[in-house]
């Protein structure tokens, strides 16, 4: 297996804007173990990609109750300062759901050698979700990582894992926790 950590729309207008957004505390929750996931990344010279919110003003996206938001070029569509950066990291800009749609995520993955993606970010239902089943779309392995993610709820975040965890994929597309991936992969760099 040769991962990348892919992390989806963790921005600063979700996360550090006042008073917040419903799913705020949840986003807020989950930083500590994807920084967690992500330094073990690094050590093991995993890509660690950020997939950002980037609309154009007055794009289409905001025609329904959808606000604007995370508009490109502005600060609120920068990721988030909670979860740690470095300058390897990539920085893939989307401007619809999937970090696939548009974007050129497909060729980063197949320019580092990636050929499965571990999912991070918010919102589980939405973005997450259409980007995991994006990637087994283009033939990549999928790791929605449970504690990694979140949602406007914790009950809507558990009815989308619950979904998913068991699906006629596996293992394509699997549910996991990054304890979970953290150990997988450090017993495959053991048995090499």
């Known amino acids: 297996m040769m991962p990348a950590v892919l992390i989806v729309d963790m921005l600063k207008d979700s996360l550090e804007a006042e008073p917040g957004l419903p799913i705020t505390p949840f986003a ?75 974007t050129d995520m497909d060729q980063i993955l197949r320019l580092h050698n990636v ?27 999928v790791c929605i990582l449970d504690d990694c993610c979140a949602a406007y709820s914790a009950e809507i975040h558990d009815i989308t894992i619950k979904l998913y965890r068991n699906n006629p994929l596996y293992p394509l597309f699997r549910i996991m926790t990054s304890a979970d991936i953290m150990q997988e992969l450090q017993s495959e760099k053991l048995a090499k």
């Open 28 to 102: 807020r929750n989950i930083c500590p173990n994807i920084n967690r996931l992500t330094e073990f990344a690094r050590n093991i010279s995993m890509p660690v990609i950020f997939s950002m919110d980037s609309f154009l003003k007055g794009d289409f996206i905001f025609g329904g109750k959808m606000k604007e938001r995370s508009i490109r070029g502005t600060s609120d569509a920068e990721v988030t300062d909670l979860l740690i950066q470095f300058p390897s990291d990539i920085y893939s800009p989307k401007r619809r759901f999937s970090a696939f749609y548009k």
């Open 115 to 141: 050929d499965t993606v571990a999912i991070c970010g918010i919102s589980t239902h939405w973005c997450v979700l259409n980007t995991a089943l994006d990637a087994l779309a283009n033939d990549f392995r």
